[in-house]
T-cell receptor, first 113, second 111 residues
Framework: DGGITQSPKYLFRKEGQNVTLSCEQNLNHDAMYWYRQDPGQGLRLIYYSQIVNDFQKGDIAEGYSVSREKKESFPLTVTSAQKNPTAFYLC????????????FGSGTQLSVL | QKEVEQNSGPLSVPEGAIASLNCTYSDRGSQSFFWYRQYSGKSPELIMFIYSNGDKEDGRFTAQLNKASQYVSLLIRDSQPSDSATYLCAVTNTNAGKSTFGDGTTLTVKP
């Protein structure tokens, strides 16, 4: 089945620790995105990538980093510089750069220990 | 002012009624408009999209777009309890290559 796989489903971070969230898609989509969702709020864009080996900062990129070494993969690292990382993280993809119909993974809930 | 604003909820309607969800946006260069449904604890799923002024119908759902007023809405006819969810409005300026989301409106359909 085609889709977007995020892992893990739940993740706990200790203070000062970097953690990496995985996102893999087998839809052959060009564009991939990372969003953060806080309770009762909409989605805020962290980073996006329109092509392999290239990515752009979104609205709230501070404290996060990404890579796009393969078309299928777009991992997100939450660094220790992100002081308030507790949130629901959603990875999404779209078929073309200009086609913004987003297909979402199942999400990762990140909490701080 | 937020780039995308949705009518504050929660919105409660009886089963069988019409639910009306509204969204306004500030970027006049926006070209594509989307409605996503998100059940509690789950990821959003696309239910409607519209690119041109007017109405677009798909089953019980109708999306309406008025670019002059910078307004997009979603009507759900014959609302069912299974429609109870948060509805997110997303607006895209294709030149920017990304979507901006509203905060969502939570809909409850009471049996």
């Amino acid at each position: 089945d085609g889709g977007i796989t995020q892992s893990p489903k739940y993740l706990f971070r200790k203070e000062g620790q970097n953690v990496t969230l995985s996102c893999e898609q087998n839809l052959n989509h060009d564009a991939m995105y990372w969003y953060r969702q806080d309770p009762g709020q909409g989605l805020r864009l962290i980073y996006y990538s329109q092509i392999v080996n290239d990515f752009q900062k979104g609205d709230i990129a501070e404290g996060y980093s990404v890579s796009r070494e393969k078309k299928e993969s777009f991992p997100l690292t939450v660094t220790s510089a992100q002081k308030n990382p507790t949130a629901f993280y959603l990875c999404a993809s779209s078929p073309r750069v200009t086609n913004e119909k987003l297909f979402f993974g199942s999400g990762t809930q990140l909490s701080v220990l | 002012q937020k780039e995308v604003e949705q009518n504050s909820g929660p919105l409660s309607v009886p089963e069988g009624a019409i639910a009306s969800l509204n969204c306004t946006y500030s970027d006049r260069g926006s070209q594509s408009f989307f409605w996503y449904r998100q059940y509690s604890g789950k990821s959003p799923e696309l239910i409607m999209f519209i690119y041109s002024n007017g109405d677009k119908e798909d089953g019980r759902f109708t999306a309406q777009l008025n670019k002059a007023s910078q307004y997009v809405s979603l009507l759900i006819r014959d609302s069912q309890p299974s429609d109870s969810a948060t509805y997110l409005c997303a607006v895209t300026n294709t030149n920017a290559g990304k979507s901006t989301f509203g905060d969502g409106t939570t809909l409850t359909v009471k049996p």
